[in-house]
């Protein structure tokens, strides 16, 4: 666990004591939590975090038992397990489901785009205000809960890469529907990887860079196999979040319900500062291992070649779901006014 994340689990049980929750009319609730990541990378500090604090506020009515690395589903299996309420709490990464959650995956699908600073509030409002994501919840049966990100992506590469032309024809692993359009725009070969996958494709020379941020590299052991960190930035993400099903949201008490979206908001609260502090001890744990920050010379260029990723979200859902066109539209726009750009028609 981060040291942040120990000084908030501190606090935070002193706090409960004096919890305004009344814990007698919280229910008695056994939830198995399942998670995408390994038990040792920072985020699943926060399922910790989440677990902890839902026992100790509760005087121990809330149980949740975590299990992480897809114990209990896969990408593929989560959301049909937890919409079943099969699973109590799912860690579910929206972007790999854009046939089910094109609008709810906005903001971890598309690169290149948000801060890392605002995406969790970007993605907050429009979990709350965007109907059209409504109903992609309420037709799945979800509910979201806590919301964390992950900063800025750049790439991991086992050779120096400098300029567009170190770029050109480089295999990265990638993910996703948009992921890999932007990585073609730069000249680069996508190629869609698993977590799990992706030291052994840098070891064997399937890949010769990652798409990946500093914060995880050090927890999946990339700086073994890839000794070249670049400093472009690629955009933050809202990343996993903890969804339950409707069903089980509806049925509980409105003290439970309180009390979840008390420790969900002090979760989110910790996201950014608790990546800060990951972040530069990881930077320090590469470069103790012989991994170089490389700088990107032509910044300016790459950028120019990325496309406005919101208008290709767009473009692909009006694409694939002509009757969300105008709501994609509209949504795009939303999007830009919180992020203080021009709306675009």
Avoid at 317 to 323: A, G, H, L, N, V
Wanted: proline share 5%; charged share 20%; glycine share 6%.
């Amino acid at each position: 666990m981060t040291k942040l994340a120990s000084r908030i689990f501190g606090a935070s049980l002193a706090l409960a004591a004096v919890s305004t929750t009344a814990s007698a009319e919280i229910d008695r609730l056994f939830l198995q939590l399942g998670s995408p990541f390994p038990e040792g990378v920072y985020l699943s500090d926060i399922d910790r975090f989440v677990a902890a604090e839902l026992a100790e506020r509760s005087d121990g009515r809330i149980e949740v038992d975590l299990n992480f690395s897809n114990a209990l589903g896969g990408p593929n299996e989560i959301i049909p397990l937890v919409g079943a309420s099969a699973i109590g709490l799912g860690g579910i990464v929206t972007g790999y489901h854009f046939g089910e959650l094109p609008f709810a995956g906005l903001t971890n699908a598309v690169p290149a785009t948000f801060e890392a600073d605002s995406v969790l509030d970007i993605t907050e409002t429009l979990y709350a205000e965007n109907e059209t994501i409504q109903a992609e919840f309420d037709r799945l049966n979800l509910k979201p809960l806590v919301l964390r990100h992950l900063p800025q992506y750049t790439l991991l590469c086992t050779e120096p890469v400098r300029t567009m032309d170190d770029l050109r024809g480089k295999k990265v692993r990638s993910y996703g529907a948009f992921i890999p359009q932007m990585l073609e725009a730069l000249g680069a070969i996508p190629v869609n990887l698993g977590m799990p996958e992706m030291y052994e494709s840098l070891q064997r020379g399937v890949v010769d860079c990652v798409y990946w941020t500093r914060s995880l590299t050090v927890p999946f052991k990339l700086h073994e196999v890839a000794k070249y960190m670049s400093d472009l930035d690629l955009g933050a993400i809202n990343a996993v979040t903890l969804f339950t099903s409707q069903d089980n949201w509806n049925s509980w008490s409105p003290e439970t319900r309180a009390l979840f979206m008390e420790v969900a908001a002090e979760a989110k609260a910790m996201s950014l500062p608790m990546t800060q502090e990951v972040e530069a001890a990881a930077l320090e744990v590469m470069r103790a291992n012989g991994v170089e920050v490389i700088e990107f010379e032509e910044k300016d260029a790459a950028y120019a070649a990325v496309p406005d990723m919101l208008t290709l979200w767009v473009e692909q859902i009006s694409e694939r779901f002509p009757d969300l066109a105008e709501e994609a539209a509209g949504t795009a726009n939303d999007v830009r006014q919180m992020m203080g750009e021009d709306s675009q028609s």
